[in-house]
């Protein structure tokens, strides 16, 4: 596609309910990440995806939050027993190359979670 | 203290201004530099990147970095009221392979 895609874009759940986010990165962009973003708190690395692997998943807060990538495209998020702290907006981003240095990262619109 | 310190604002200014945006950051081994902006309900969007000290300019925008002060700035001139957003920093380390962001700085220009 022509752009960074996230499904869904606004998500309410049930405190201690399994939630699954979904990015579709643009096609050829071999690097993808998973940040989120909190009020205040600015953007937060979660994790980091080349092809299908993650040598760096350095950002993920528990062990209640997963993610994979499939086919060196989508890739999704799961956040397992959500806790109220788990609300913010997850942002998705892919890059064409390993250090988004040369063109920087092309972001999704982000699913804004709201843990109730 | 985090890496990246930005000031997040709100800053107003009125229509035409030039507007100065910045960041200080700590780990020196950061050596590529960008500029995101993000509107509200949006994903952030690429304006500059730079890896070098000095200044790039594009159109309004110029982008300065000074790496011996670890210092970076953003330069907007003729503000606009479309340039009312959210501005974050970003920098990563050669051979890194993630952005570290500022927090943002939140902006409005007025009629």
């Known amino acids: 596609g022509a752009g960074v895609s996230q499904s869904p874009s606004n998500k309410v759940t049930e405190k201690g309910k399994d939630v699954e986010l979904r990015c579709d990165p643009i096609?050829?962009?071999?690097?993808l990440y998973w940040y989120r973003q909190s009020l205040g708190q600015g953007l937060e690395f979660l994790i980091y995806?080349?092809?299908?692997?993650?040598?760096?998943k350095s950002g993920l807060p528990s062990d209640r939050f997963s993610a994979e990538r499939t086919g060196g495209s989508v890739s999704t998020l799961t956040i397992q027993r959500t806790q109220q702290e788990d609300s913010a907006v997850y942002l998705c981003a892919s890059s064409l190359d390993r250090w988004g240095s040369t063109y920087g990262y092309t972001f999704g619109s982000g699913t804004r979670l709201t843990v109730v | 203290q985090k890496e990246v310190e930005q000031d997040p604002g709100p800053l107003s200014v009125p229509e035409g201004a030039i507007v100065s945006l910045n960041c200080t950051y700590s780990?020196?081994?950061?050596?590529?530099f960008m500029w995101y902006r993000q509107y509200s309900r949006k994903g952030p969007e690429l304006l500059m990147y730079?890896?070098?000290?000095g200044n790039k300019e594009d159109g309004r925008f110029t982008a300065q970095v000074d790496k011996s002060s670890k210092y970076i700035s953003l330069f907007i001139r003729d503000s606009q009221p479309s340039d009312s957003a959210t501005y974050l920093c970003a920098m990563i380390a050669g051979g890194g392979n993630k952005l570290t962001f500022g927090t943002g700085t939140q902006l409005k220009v007025e009629l």
């Open positions: 780990n020196s081994a950061f050596q590529y």
């Open positions: 730079t890896y070098s000290s």
């Open positions: 096609s050829g962009h071999t690097a």
């Open positions: 995806f080349q092809g299908n692997s993650a040598p760096d």
